[in-house]
Structures are given as C-alpha cells and as structure tokens.
C-alpha cells in the first residue's frame, strides 16, 4: 500500500472489555513499532519487531497489553480487560533495513468508558 | 535513561514571524536527531535529521543543527505561514535502533 494503514481508526470500548488494534506496514518493511499517545503528549514507544520476532516489549505498561506479527507483515495489538487510562492514541510505525526514518500511520484512537 | 526536553506551547504566531522551537535531549550514546511534525488530522511525519554531531538538517525552510557540546536540536524558520500550523515533536534514537524517543510536543499556531 501507499503507507501504513491502521483499523479501526477510533474505538470505544467499555471497561473490562478486550481490543484488537490492526496495523498494516509499507509492504517490506521488516521494522515495526507501536507507540502509545496520551493526550497532550508524545508518543511513548510500546513493542518493537525486526519481521515477526517481538526483540523489545519493554515499554508495554501491564501484562494486559500483548503484540504480535506471526508472519512479518500485519501486526496485532491486543489489550486484556481495557480500563480508562488506556484511552490514548495508539500509533504504529513502520521502516526498512537500514532506514534512519519511522512512516507513521494515522493510529487508532481508544476511548475507554 | 534517554530523554527529550522541548519547550511548552502553544506558540502563537503571526505569518512571517520567526520560530524558534527549543529542545535539548539526554543520552548515554551518540543518538541520531528528529524533528517530526503532525498536522491536524494527519499522522506523524518526519520533517528533518540529523545523525551526528554539527549535522545540520532542513526541510521545507525549516533548520535544526545537532549540538552536541549544548545536547541541543533547535528547531528555526525564517518566516512561518499559516500551513505550518501544527504540533512539532522532537525525537531521538540511539544508534542503530529505530526506537524513538519523543519530547512532549509543541503546538504552533501562525495567524494571518
């Protein structure tokens, strides 16, 4: 595709429920990250993939929160049992080999009520 | 750890109005430097960097140098329009990692 494309672009979840936040990369891509955006601040990293290997989850704040990328491209982020102070704006990232730059997608806004 | 530090908005300005963005940064490596800007309803983009020290990066009028001896990444333009309204982000990455670290962000509104 023409960039990195994530779904949905807002949800609403009640409390307790679980999510599942797509992230489509540029098409070979072999680095993806998922950041996190509070409101009125920058992104805060989450996870990191080199393909499908996960070498960094150091930044997921709970064991509620769980990414994956099975086959090195479309990647999946599951958060357990939501509460509201996940409410934030989820960002996803993409980059080639190499590549000293992120393309960021639209992310996906989380309402928790 | 590795942090970034960049001045608080909003920053109102009229158009042709010089801006500077202030940012300074901590790392324990050589890291390289971002300036990333978001425009309302738009996603993260990469506006400049600059990878080693006395590095100077640009793009659309846009200026920020690498300095090292200050831990600074300042972002400067001349004349500001009001298209360049936005939330600008400073970022680092240590070297060899993609992982980016963001300062807090800074709103810039230009006025006509």
């Known amino acids: 595709g023409a960039g990195v494309s994530q779904s949905p672009r807002y949800k609403v979840a009640k409390r307790g429920q679980d999510v599942a936040l797509r992230c489509d990369p540029i098409s070979g891509h072999v680095s993806l990250f998922w950041y996190q955006q509070a409101l009125g601040q920058g992104p805060e990293f989450l996870t990191y993939f080199q393909n499908e290997a996960q070498l960094d989850k150091s930044g997921l704040p709970s064991d509620r929160f769980f990414a994956e990328r099975p086959e090195g491209s479309v990647s999946t982020l599951k958060i357990q049992r939501t509460q509201q102070e996940d409410s934030a704006v989820y960002l996803c990232?993409?980059?080639?080999?190499?590549?000293?730059?992120?393309?960021f997608g639209q992310g996906t806004r989380l309402t928790v009520v | 750890g590795d942090s970034v530090t960049q001045m608080e908005g909003p920053v109102t300005l009229s158009e042709e109005a010089f801006l500077t963005i202030n940012c300074t940064y901590t790392?324990?490596?050589?890291?390289?430097l971002f300036w990333y800007v978001q425009y309302p309803g738009e996603g993260l983009q990469l506006l400049l960097k600059a990878t080693k020290a006395d590095d100077k990066g640009s793009n659309k009028g846009f200026e920020a140098t690498y300095r090292k001896e200050t831990t600074s990444f300042h972002l400067e333009k001349g004349s500001v329009q009001v298209s360049d309204s936005a939330v600008y982000f400073c970022a680092l990455s240590e070297e060899g990692y993609n992982k980016l670290i963001f300062g807090a962000g800074t709103r810039l509104a230009v006025h006509p």
């Open positions: 990232a993409s980059s080639p080999p190499w590549a000293e730059r992120a393309f």
């Open positions: 790392a324990t490596g050589y890291p390289s």
